[in-house]
């Protein structure tokens, strides 16, 4: 099974700063790497695949980069509807989620 | 519009089972893998399972294997989850997730809450 790690667990950022949050792999997942934004009280939302792609209607503030183990998603000018938790998620052996990195108000 | 409408969840006893369903409309149900998601109180996002279109793969996270089983019914556009031997460490809310066709979930649904209590 391939485990997913997250940091950090939480990020204190002031609103239109700019956010990066880490992911990584026990092993190689190639890009086949996903980042999800979960608000408080709601389902889960795709944000990036492929490790790099936006899905539809995504931001392009939010990025996606690395591949293989690395992972990044950055965030560059955060607004307060960005305020929530960010799972990574990798899809090259079924399926995994990271611990998540909850990204709050400074 | 991608609708997915879970449904079974409730209160239940350690040792006993329950089935969760997932109603599935808005897309061609069949051309989709689909998968449960699990997420404990204040908790992570947790993988349960994953089958694929035609029920041929499945697969499941180390902590649900040998006591739940995954099955769809392409006919009524239906996914379903048997749970048996419900620990405590089962309770959490469980999402039916859409398989895009590269393998991220692009659609879910809002989640039936299982309770595992005595």
């Known amino acids: 099974e391939i485990v997913m790690t997250q940091s950090p667990a939480t990020l204190s950022v002031s609103p239109g700063e700019r956010a990066t949050l880490s992911c990584r792999a026990s092993?190689?997942?190639?890009?086949?790497l996903a980042w999800y934004q979960q608000r408080p009280g709601q389902a889960p939302r795709l944000l990036i695949y492929?490790?790099?792609i936006r899905a539809t209607g995504i931001p392009a503030r939010f990025t996606g980069s690395g591949s293989a183990t690395e992972f990044t998603l950055t965030i560059s000018s955060l607004q307060s509807e960005d305020f929530a938790v960010y799972y990574c998620?990798?899809?090259?052996?079924?399926?995994?989620f990271g611990p998540g990195t909850k990204v709050d108000i400074k | 519009e991608v609708q997915l409408v879970e449904s079974g969840g409730g209160l239940v006893q350690p040792g006993r089972s329950l089935r969760l369903s997932c109603a599935a409309s808005?897309?061609?149900?069949?051309?989709?893998?689909m998968h449960w998601v699990r997420q404990a109180p204040g908790k992570g996002l947790e993988w349960v399972s994953g089958?694929?279109?035609?029920?041929?793969?499945?697969g499941y996270a180390d902590s649900v294997k040998g006591r739940f089983t995954i099955s769809r019914d392409n006919a009524e556009n239906i996914l379903y989850l048997q749970m048996k031997s419900l620990e405590p460490e089962d309770t959490a809310l469980y999402y039916c997730a859409k398989d895009s066709k590269s393998g991220p979930f692009d659609d879910w649904g809002q989640g039936t809450l299982v309770t595992v209590s005595s």
């Open positions: 492929g490790a790099s």
């Open positions: 808005g897309f061609k149900f069949d051309a989709n893998a």
């Open positions: 092993q190689n997942v190639r890009s086949n």
């Open positions: 089958i694929s279109t035609n029920s041929a793969s499945i």
């Open positions: 998620q990798q899809y090259n052996d079924w399926r995994t």
